[in-house]
């Protein structure tokens, strides 16, 4: 862990290079210089928030890069209940994007990342709701944890703990827990279970990072009374990179790529505001950390280190930076004494990096393969080399987790490369490679996880790690590296991954959902994928008892790891409705593995491997459909398709310069992916093309849209706004507006049945003003709010129909949900209403 922190917390190490994650890092003379400047302060503040992208970057990327002070973000969240503008992974996937995307962030900024347990469970309106499904008191124990393991100074809160309803639940609730757990934190028989591996920590003060939005208005702001606000200037230019303090913030915001916060960096004067609510008041403002000591005079003995590092930053050589070596070293070891753990830790993991730049020394463990099986030999490729003067000594290296030592005695000599390949026998009870916080079943509200030591780092935890135990300048320095795995691509050049424990053997039944609308029998695919050679053994589908599954095995042999084989199942499914969960099982030597190896892989984070049960939900359905040839326009990304394709329908994906009336011809329905008017910006100029479609009695279907940033205002034919309405309840009573209308009766009969089951919530985003020729259709609301009319509206036009629904059918079509189904079918069917004159296309 003091790797991963040290490497959070390096300054300006976002070098303005688009990087694998894992690729490692090569600071030039001025980063070498602010990390010994960063030495020398013993301050900390902890950012606490919901979400990832609630954090102030500006605000983290100042006080980390220009006070220097140990900056966190504890976001309470991975975000896993928001949508994906680059990709379908939606829910848990999508955590694990967006936890990357925070990672990365921070690597710019100079902060550090840390999460609690929460699950993102999707939109909450206030933060009663909110803690009604997180665990509280578990959230409460992580933030209390966090802060007794970071032991801040200073806790800043993005949202305000007073104003409940105001904002997003999330966003008040995780201010709410923040200040209960001011005090809490220093109390010891709060959570006293934590303190066989923390103590007790009181920070000094706490802040609300306040600003106009939270007025209303920039002029409600300007008019308030700040006399308990503290300003901060935070527009630093630094001319050793040639950037300002915001355009380091904007790189960092804009790793948020999954949220579409590509973000333009600004120059000049910025102010922030911090609003006192906890602790001991400021007297004079001048900084948030006034009357604390943020020098080594805070631990006991440490004066001296604190005079050397002075000495270490004012007569730094730029041109030779290995000048400093002899003095970081003595500081190194001077550290070593203190009784102090704390500090003398982050500092000593930070000095020995710093020490490792200044003399070039690059160490670096590679393995053969990029995955590995539990009991395997890893092939690695040891890489060491001083590109200094200063006498460096290779003594040995130690391979984890088996803790083997091999001696070595070997000099680095200036410049002159050391190769050693190194076999690495992993054990068999090494855990396969996965996201920690989904190894085990969570809730909706809490993933879970059970080891307190855990709780709270960002990342996936990796064991195979190699230890050079070096001797620099007489004094012996461990320095930890996790193995990687690189090659060369021919257009990328040089790529890193990391390496990957893997099962001997996955599966994955490639259709998630599987619909049988009759008595019909099925084919069902199941890939499987080798974790290493010569695997051989009997795959086989697991279904309730009345559902028949032929044949009952299927053997399998693949020589060569990696290879991939694909085999068919034939499943019939029972006479009545029903719902099952199919697993596909490889049984090798009497060891059963039921692991789905999910890849994600995107250029701008780390590649993730998620293991999930190889498993699909098979329904039989009531359910009746037609033979319509659909046309769909992807927007933010999602799996809507595949559903679409899984109910018999021709479904052909358009790019926005393929409509055309030509192309258009072929098709009975058009349907809009998530937020298309959003994302697609080519929609603009092709609604006269679509609105023409639908004259000719053609039916066009358009999904929820962010009533923010649309490419067009006029996304219907006729009037029609979208609002900020939703309904988040997702088993909220359904009212029938409408019940006659076709769109209610044919070819499936619509009643409230259909509306259980649904996931996350019932939809976003409804319009709340349309054109009189709407028929909205249904009418739902969350507790203690007025009706919402506008998740699905219905409006003839000229031939066909237009129709436009918030619904989160992008959710409940992937979860298998069967009234959604049955409406979508509905929708696609609704055809040949009386004809009635084209009303004038909006310009």
């Known amino acids: 862990m003091q790797k991963k922190h040290l490497q959070?917390?390096?300054?300006?190490?976002?070098?303005?290079?688009?990087?694998?994650?894992?690729?490692?890092?090569?600071?030039?003379?001025?980063?070498?210089?602010?990390?010994?400047?960063?030495?020398?302060?013993?301050?900390?503040?902890?950012?606490?928030?919901?979400?990832?992208?609630?954090?102030?970057?500006?605000?983290?990327?100042y006080l980390s890069n220009e006070t220097k002070a140990r900056t966190g973000y504890l976001s309470l969240t991975r975000g896993d209940g928001g949508q994906n503008l680059i990709g379908p992974q939606l829910r848990e996937l999508l955590g694990v994007i967006r936890t990357q995307e925070l990672i990365e962030a921070r690597k710019i900024d100079g902060g550090e990342q840390f999460f609690s347990r929460a699950n993102d469970f999707g939109f909450s309106k206030n933060p009663t709701e909110t803690l009604e499904i997180w665990d509280k008191q578990k959230v409460l124990s992580d933030i209390v944890w966090a802060i007794r393991k970071f032991q801040p100074d200073v806790i800043i809160n993005r949202f305000d703990h007073r104003s409940p309803g105001t904002t997003?639940?999330?966003?008040?609730?995780?201010?709410?827990?923040?200040?209960?757990?001011?005090?809490?934190?220093?109390?010891?028989?709060?959570?006293?279970?934590?303190?066989?591996?923390?103590?007790?920590?009181?920070?000094?003060?706490?802040?609300?990072?306040?600003?106009?939005?939270f007025y209303g208005s920039k002029e409600k702001f300007d008019a308030a009374d700040k006399s308990n606000l503290m300003e901060m200037q935070i527009g630093t230019y630094f001319p050793s990179i040639g950037k300002s303090n915001q355009e380091i913030a904007a790189l960092s915001r804009s790793r948020h790529q999954s949220q579409g916060f590509g973000s333009t960096g600004s120059r000049g004067e910025e102010t922030e505001y911090l609003e006192f609510i906890n602790g001991e008041p400021l007297k004079n403002k001048s900084s948030i950390f006034e009357g604390i000591d943020t020098s080594w005079n805070r631990v006991k003995g440490g004066k001296p280190i604190g005079e050397l590092l002075t000495t270490i930053a004012?007569?730094?050589?730029?041109?030779?930076?290995?000048?400093?070596?002899?003095?970081?070293?003595?500081?190194?070891?001077?550290?070593?004494?203190?009784?102090?753990?704390?500090?003398?830790?982050?500092?000593?993991?930070?000095?020995?990096?710093?020490?490792?730049?200044?003399?070039?020394?690059?160490?670096?463990?590679?393995?053969?393969?990029?995955?590995?099986?539990?009991?395997?030999?890893?092939?690695?490729?040891?890489?060491?080399?001083?590109?200094?003067?200063?006498?460096?000594?290779?003594?040995?290296?130690?391979t984890l987790p088996e803790e083997k030592n091999t001696p070595q005695n070997a000099a680095l000599n200036t410049n002159i490369l050391k190769n050693i390949n190194l076999d690495l026998q992993l054990p068999t009870t090494i855990a396969y490679t996965q996201p920690y916080w989904l190894k085990d079943n969570g809730t909706v509200g809490m993933y879970t996880v059970d080891d307190q030591k855990n709780?709270?780092?960002?990342?996936?935890?990796?064991?195979?790690?190699?230890?050079?135990?070096?001797?620099?300048?007489?004094?012996?320095?461990?320095?930890?590296?996790?193995?990687?795995?690189?090659?060369?691509?021919?257009?990328?050049?040089?790529?890193?991954?990391y390496l990957d424990i893997v099962p001997e053997i996955t599966t994955s039944i490639l259709d998630k959902v599987a619909l049988f609308k009759d008595n019909k029998n099925k084919t069902v695919a199941v890939k499987i994928k080798a974790g290493k050679d010569a695997v051989k053994g009997n795959l086989q589908l697991e279904l309730p008892s009345n559902w028949m599954v032929s044949p009952k095995i299927i053997p399998f042999n693949l020589e060569k790891k990696g290879m991939e084989q694909i085999v068919y199942f034939e499943v019939t499914p029972p006479n009545q409705p029903s719902e099952a969960v199919a697993k596909s099982i490889a049984v090798i030597d009497n060891t059963q593995y039921d692991k789905d190896q999910i890849i994600i892989d995107y250029n701008h984070i780390t590649k993730q491997q998620v293991l999930k049960p190889a498993e699909a939900k098979f329904i039989k359905l009531d359910l009746k459909t037609n033979e319509e040839r659909i046309g769909y326009i992807m927007g933010a990304g999602d799996e809507v398709p595949k559903s679409l394709s899984q109910m018999g329908y021709k479904v052909t994906l358009l790019k926005?310069?393929?409509?055309?009336?030509?192309?258009?011809?072929?098709?009975?329905?058009?349907?809009?992916?998530?937020r298309a008017y959003n994302?697609?910006?080519?929609?603009?100029?092709?609604?006269?093309?679509?609105?023409?479609?639908?004259?000719?009695?053609?039916?066009?279907?358009?999904?929820?849209?962010?009533?923010?940033?649309?490419?067009?205002?006029?996304?219907?034919?006729?009037?029609?706004?979208?609002?900020?309405?939703?309904?988040?309840?997702?088993?909220?009573?359904?009212?029938?507006?409408?019940?006659?209308?076709?769109?209610?009766?044919?070819?499936?009969?619509?009643?409230?049945?259909?509306?259980?089951?649904?996931?996350?919530?019932?939809?976003?985003?409804?319009?709340?003003?349309?054109?009189?020729?709407?028929?909205?259709?249904?009418?739902?609301?969350?507790?203690?709010?007025?009706?919402?009319?506008?998740?699905?509206?219905?409006?003839?036009?000229?031939?066909?129909?237009?129709?436009?629904?918030?619904?989160?059918?992008f959710r409940e079509l992937p979860e298998g949900v069967p009234g959604a189904f049955r409406l979508v079918s509905n929708m696609i069917s609704l055809k040949s209403?009386?004809?009635?004159?084209?009303?004038?296309?909006?310009n």
């Open 833 to 842: 209403p009386v004809t009635i004159p084209a009303q004038k296309i909006k």
């Open 679 to 809: 994302t697609v910006k080519l929609l603009a100029n092709k609604q006269s093309i679509l609105f023409d479609f639908i004259k000719e009695g053609k039916t066009m279907i358009v999904q929820y849209n962010n009533p923010n940033d649309l490419v067009t205002p006029n996304i219907a034919p006729i009037a029609l706004k979208i609002s900020g309405d939703r309904v988040t309840e997702e088993n909220a009573e359904v009212r029938f507006l409408a019940p006659n209308h076709p769109i209610m009766n044919f070819p499936n009969k619509i009643t409230s049945k259909d509306f259980e089951g649904w996931k996350q919530e019932q939809g976003l985003y409804y319009p709340n003003e349309f054109d009189k020729a709407f028929t909205p259709i249904l009418s739902s609301n969350d507790k203690g709010e007025t009706p919402k009319d506008g998740a699905l509206l219905v409006a003839p036009y000229g031939k066909g129909y237009y129709i436009y629904t918030g619904l989160s059918l």
């Open 314 to 398: 004012s007569q730094f050589d730029y041109t030779n930076p290995s000048a400093s070596i002899p003095n970081l070293a003595k500081a190194y070891t001077m550290m070593q004494s203190l009784d102090e753990k704390h500090w003398t830790t982050l500092k000593s993991s930070a000095i020995k990096e710093i020490i490792a730049a200044c003399s070039g020394l690059y160490l670096e463990a590679v393995a053969q393969n990029q995955e590995a099986t539990p009991g395997s030999i890893v092939k690695l490729k040891i890489e060491a080399i001083n590109r200094s003067i200063i006498p460096i000594q290779l003594m040995s290296v130690t």
């Open 455 to 497: 709780i709270g780092i960002p990342d996936i935890i990796r064991e195979v790690k190699v230890v050079f135990n070096m001797q620099i300048n007489g004094i012996d320095i461990p320095f930890e590296r996790t193995v990687v795995y690189k090659y060369n691509d021919g257009v990328k050049g040089e790529m890193y991954n």
């Open 8 to 61: 959070a917390i390096l300054l300006f190490l976002f070098c303005f290079q688009i990087a694998i994650a894992q690729q490692p890092q090569k600071l030039n003379s001025v980063e070498i210089y602010n990390q010994i400047q960063k030495l020398n302060f013993l301050g900390s503040v902890l950012y606490i928030a919901a979400h990832p992208d609630d954090e102030n970057t500006r605000l983290i990327s």
């Open 656 to 674: 926005p310069e393929e409509i055309t009336p030509e192309k258009l011809a072929y098709f009975d329905v058009v349907m809009t992916g998530v």
């Open 168 to 213: 997003h639940g999330h966003h008040t609730a995780s201010a709410m827990l923040s200040v209960e757990s001011f005090d809490l934190a220093n109390n010891p028989t709060i959570f006293p279970e934590q303190l066989k591996l923390v103590q007790p920590w009181q920070p000094k003060r706490q802040f609300f990072n306040t600003s106009w939005w």
